[in-house]
């Protein structure tokens, strides 16, 4: 009777507020990492963690020496990546065309992680959140894209009409050219 009459387990809760990751995909990378230290121990996971996503907070249930481990590595997850956002004005080129030539330069994966952007073709803006280093490719590309194109590069000229109507001067050109 002595033997099985025996406290249980001291058990140790803890609600840690999440600020820069989604609750859930944190909480997962989490219960994979502990898993996978208990696996190599040979021990079974004795804890649980549940996700508020509501308020981004997650519940922490373990053994009262592992609940500070598991803080320190819930802190090391759960930084921020210094991303700023910027809005670009462009003259010449379209934002959407800026914004491709910068996902490919920046690349799939990395794009996917560090580059969002929204590009406004009305008033020509490209809204860009990203770290400082891409911002500052995406300045210099800019600088080199939006540009006017010198006038003895176009093969379009322009030419002031003075006594005849645009449209009409158009038609006939259009007539002699076929």
Same mark, same amino acid.
């Given at each position: 009777? &002595?033997? &099985?009459?025996?406290?249980?387990?001291?058990?140790?809760?803890?609600?840690? &507020?999440?600020?820069? /990751?989604?609750?859930k995909d944190l909480s997962e990378q /989490?219960?994979?990492?502990?898993?996978?230290?208990?696996?190599?121990?040979?021990?079974?996971?004795?804890?649980?963690?549940? &996700?508020?996503?509501?308020?981004?907070?997650?519940?922490?249930v373990s053994l009262p020496d592992e609940l500070s481990e598991i803080e320190q590595m819930v802190a090391s997850l759960d930084v921020s990546l210094g991303l700023v956002t910027e809005v670009y004005?462009?003259?010449? *080129?379209?934002? $959407?065309?800026? $914004?491709? *030539?910068?996902?490919?330069?920046v690349g799939e994966e990395k794009a996917s992680r560090l580059y969002k952007s929204v590009a406004d073709e009305d008033t020509n803006l490209l809204a860009v959140t990203t770290t400082s280093e891409i911002h500052?490719?995406?300045?210099?590309?800019?600088?080199?894209?939006?540009?006017?194109?010198?006038?003895?590069s176009s093969p379009i000229r322009f030419y002031k009409l003075q006594n005849a109507n645009?449209?009409?001067?158009? $038609?006939?050109l259009n007539g002699i050219a076929g």
């Open positions: 009777l &002595a033997l &099985a009459d025996q406290p249980g387990r001291a058990v140790s809760t803890r609600l840690i &507020a999440i600020e820069n /990751l989604a609750v /989490l219960k994979a990492m502990l898993s996978a230290k208990n696996k190599v121990r040979g021990q079974a996971d004795q804890l649980e963690l549940v &996700a508020n996503p509501r308020t981004n907070q997650l519940f922490v004005r462009l003259l010449v *080129v379209t934002p $959407d065309h800026v $914004d491709e *030539v910068m996902r490919e330069l500052k490719q995406l300045q210099s590309l800019i600088e080199t894209m939006d540009k006017p194109v010198p006038e003895t645009a449209s009409d001067v158009a $038609d006939t």
